[in-house]
């Protein structure tokens, strides 16, 4: 008797707090799993558990759940177990979606996804598709809320302890925020936050789906904040005078149309640098096969690249929009949904097919993002290959363009961008590779060069597989690099190789991409030597193909003389025919003998081709084309 009246007093003094305090466990606990599930089902974290990855994850994610839940009780702390069903149903959904896109993507949602919500329509299928039974985890205990509030109601609690538990909650809401605070924070001061800007999954993997979420939001804002502030008088002066400038002197137009109607394949090499063509090692040309294309192509000897932050994409970006890359960070990344005027979209008016294939995650560089509002309608990516040869990060390039053909309808005119892998930084998959590098055999610059004589090979049999296809004498080629491939801590085997001294501007001299332009059958072809950059390739192209692309920064290669020639690098640096700018040393160097010259005398010429890097910042950066187009 006595303790039965002793539990029911405790219960209506205490009754509603612990009542609370399950529910707040259950919250807690029910948002940790989906997390878990998300983290681990994913594969951005792997077992074993205990590893410091998977514990600073998991903290973080801690801290989050308990400052989303410190918050929530701190301003709804009369309806409180309403709104954390609200937030857990949210969350939840947010996970699920992030599931199901994963799938697909290997990526979560993003902002950027706002917008392309038209397309949801045409995926709904492939979601039904995505789904597991499993995923049912995810919403399985949202019921849960609808139990507590029967039992609270059974339970009828004394009104007079009302007052009592009002207190305990902002206690514990405060004390859930104090606690989330340094939980976050020592996994966060832990983590590599600038390898986010390559691969947003880090972000994921390192602290979690919800802070993912948190970074994503944040950038997005940023970006769109900038964006949409008007186009100041000046600007669009600036951005005018520029192309109409550029129009007003765009008369020649030698070649125009010789590759016409003709389908389109443009080769991104990974890596491969100027010096390794029409070079031998060991008595052996290191790429035999493109050395004699280039002798029935245009080739282009003199091309410095222009990447930034985004390495590989903005090469990719350079030759499909002819803008240059972001002033900081990835392109890809900053300005995924401005209104481009991309060579992919010109050519679909023209009704070809356009694919772009890579051979990797389609999260890395934001690719599955910015890849549709380039018009590059299917990606063939990781996904969609057979990994049967994997050499270096995924799929060797043999493979990947042999499948790669397959999987395209080339049936129509179509547009193939094919961005290879193989040769990629830090050449390790080429150790043991058949190909002769005397002294340099087990090196990097041995391995880099065996990988540039792997890609001549692949490349030898897409050619073969596209002449037994019977598509090679319709199509015109485009071949370059993307960048460098040999940094600076190789320079002593590298100078050595090519028998220069190892100084700013020998190195400089060197930081020059390959490029080939073949058209079969129109017998054009010729050794242009023309100093241009990356964002050239597409004009030219365009030139080739009969197409007017008048929004581009480049210029058309086959109709700029000699002495007009330049290339402006991302950070500023200039190098033309006679003289090179390097805006690391701020010297003005003879680009014949690397003499010093006087950098007075050049000032104005310098400026005059770093408006061109003015110009495409603004575009960028205001998404000009967005607002404004140029009569
Ligand atoms: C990854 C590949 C490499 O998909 O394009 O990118 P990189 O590291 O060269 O920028
Ligand atoms: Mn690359």
Redesign the pocket.
């Known amino acids: 008797m006595t303790n039965e009246k002793g539990f029911k007093s405790f219960l209506s003094r205490y009754g509603r707090v612990i009542f609370d305090f399950l529910y707040f466990a259950y919250f807690i606990t029910a948002i940790m799993c989906k997390i878990f599930y998300y983290q681990f089902g994913s594969g951005l974290n792997e077992f074993p558990l205990t590893t410091m990855l998977n514990f600073k994850m998991l903290l973080a994610s801690l801290g989050i759940v308990l400052g989303i839940f410190g918050f929530t009780l701190f301003i709804f702390v009369k309806q409180s177990r309403f709104s954390l069903f609200i937030i857990n149903l949210l969350l939840s959904l947010v996970i699920l979606a992030d599931v199901l896109y994963f799938r697909y993507y290997t990526t979560p949602i993003n902002m950027a996804l706002l917008y392309q919500v038209g397309y949801v329509g045409d995926v709904s299928s492939s979601i039904q598709s995505l789904f597991r039974m499993r995923d049912i985890v995810l919403l399985i205990d949202l019921p849960i809320y609808f139990v507590f509030r029967y039992i609270y109601k059974k339970l009828k609690f004394r009104d007079r302890e009302y007052r009592h538990k009002i207190k305990i909650r902002w206690g514990v809401s405060i004390l859930a925020i104090i606690m989330s605070i340094p939980m976050f924070h020592y996994s966060y001061n832990n983590s590599s936050i600038m390898h986010y800007q390559w691969d947003r999954n880090y972000a994921a993997r390192d602290l979690g789906i919800l802070y993912y979420h948190y970074y994503d939001m944040q950038q997005f804002t940023k970006e769109e904040i900038a964006k949409r502030q008007p186009l100041t008088e000046e600007e669009i002066n600036l951005v005018e005078g520029y192309f109409n400038e550029k129009w007003a002197n765009d008369t020649v137009n030698a070649y125009y149309g010789v590759a016409e109607g003709k389908n389109l394949v443009i080769i991104q090499m ?2 491969l640098q100027t010096f390794l063509y029409e070079n031998t090692i060991e008595g052996q040309e290191i790429t035999p096969f493109l050395n004699d294309l280039i002798e029935e192509s245009f080739y282009f000897p003199n091309i410095y690249y222009q990447v930034g932050g985004g ?3 903005d090469s990719e970006f350079m030759a499909n929009v002819s803008l240059y890359p972001a002033s900081s960070g990835a392109v890809y990344f900053r300005f995924p949904q401005n209104k481009y005027y991309s060579f992919p979209n010109a050519l679909k008016d023209r009704g070809y097919n356009t694919y772009s294939l ?1 051979a ?2 389609p999260s ?2 934001n690719r599955s993002a910015v890849y549709p509002n380039l018009g590059l309608d299917t990606f063939i990516n990781y996904n969609d290959f057979t990994i049967d040869k994997k050499v270096g ?1 995924a799929l060797g390039d043999e493979s990947f363009f042999k499948q790669g053909l397959e999987l395209m309808n080339t049936e129509d005119p179509f547009y193939g961008f094919f ?1 290879t ?1 193989s040769s ?2 830090p050449y390790d998959a080429f150790y043991g590779y058949d190909f002769n590098v005397g002294k340099y055999e087990d090196t990097q610059v041995g391995n880099y060069i065996k990988s540039a004589n792997y890609v001549d090979k692949s490349i030898e049999a897409f050619f073969q597989d596209m002449k037994a296809k019977g598509l090679y004498e319709n199509t015109i080629f485009a071949i370059y690099g ?2 460098a491939g040999i940094f600076e801590d190789q320079a002593d085997d590298l100078t050595d190789f090519l028998d220069i001294p190892y100084n700013e501007y020998e190195w400089q001299k060197i930081q020059k991409i390959p490029l080939i332009i073949h058209v079969p059958g129109a017998d054009v072809n010729g050794r242009i030597e023309t100093v241009g950059g990356q964002v050239d390739t597409m004009p030219t192209i365009a030139n080739l193909m009969g197409i007017d692309m008048p929004y581009t920064i480049g210029k058309d290669l086959m109709n700029t003389e000699i002495e007009d020639g330049y290339a402006v690098l991302r950070y500023s640096s200039v190098m033309t025919d006679q003289f090179m700018y390097l805006s690391s040393t701020g010297e003005v160097y003879d680009m014949e003998t690397g003499e010093l010259l006087d950098k007075a005398l050049y000032e104005d010429e310098i400026k005059k081709y770093q408006q061109d890097l003015i110009i495409s910042d603004i575009i960028l950066e205001k998404d000009y084309f967005n607002k404004r187009t140029i009569e």
Do not use: I
Request: glycine share 0%.
């Open positions: 990974e890596a390495n590989t994409s890579h990797y995650k890395f560089w990060w961005v892998l990629h930084h993307d960048h």
